[in-house]
Structures are given as C-alpha cells and as structure tokens.
C-alpha cells in the first residue's frame, strides 16, 4: 500500500463521476471509524481521487500521513475534504520506541 499501515477507499457501486450523496453522510461515519481504523497515528486524511487510474469513477481516499510512504507527495498534492484527528502519537515522526 505505498508505505502505509491502513488505507480506506469509500466509492459508489454505480460508475458516477460525481458524489452520489450529501458529503456530511460518510464524513460523518469516517469522524467515528477513522480514530479505531488509524488508532497509530494522530491524524488521517480524506482526499479526492485526483489520481485515480479510473477518471469517471468517483471516490474518496482515507490515509494516513506517513511521510515515508513512497505517495506522500502526491498525498500533499491531492485536494483534502478533511482531516480527522486520532489523539494519538506519530511514530513515523518520532519512531517505533514511544
């Protein structure tokens, strides 16, 4: 997965190109399963597929921010919906001893 210990796509079954639903839906359910989901680090984020190899077929992308994963930099290019704080440490900033 590029470097990163988790990563959560939320997508359509139908081919859209746009959101199919209200954004406060699944922003909702990811503030209540993104702190379990990302329970090693302190934050995630929710991005638009800018990057995606299918252009027609909306999704969102739930990662977290690991500067050593090999997409980080696309992960820093790509248009954030959200981030969602997790309380916890980042050991990829700090290491695996904390």
């Known amino acids: ?3 990163h210990e988790e990563r959560v796509m939320i997508i359509s079954r139908k081919h859209n190109a746009k959101i199919p639903f209200h954004n406060d839906v699944p922003l909702g359910i990811l503030h209540d399963r993104c702190p379990i989901i990302f329970d090693y680090t302190p934050k995630c984020v929710v991005m638009h597929s800018r990057f995606a ?15 050593h994963a090999d997409d ?3 992960i ?3 248009p954030w919906i959200d981030v969602i ?8 900033l700090i290491g695996d001893n904390w």
């Open 85 to 92: 704080e997790t309380s916890k440490v980042n050991k990829y």
């Open 53 to 67: 190899t299918i252009k027609n077929h909306w999704h969102w992308v739930i990662s977290d921010l690991n500067p």
């Open 76 to 78: 820093l290019e790509t």
């Open 72 to 74: 980080f930099v696309q």
């Open 1 to 3: 997965m590029k470097g």
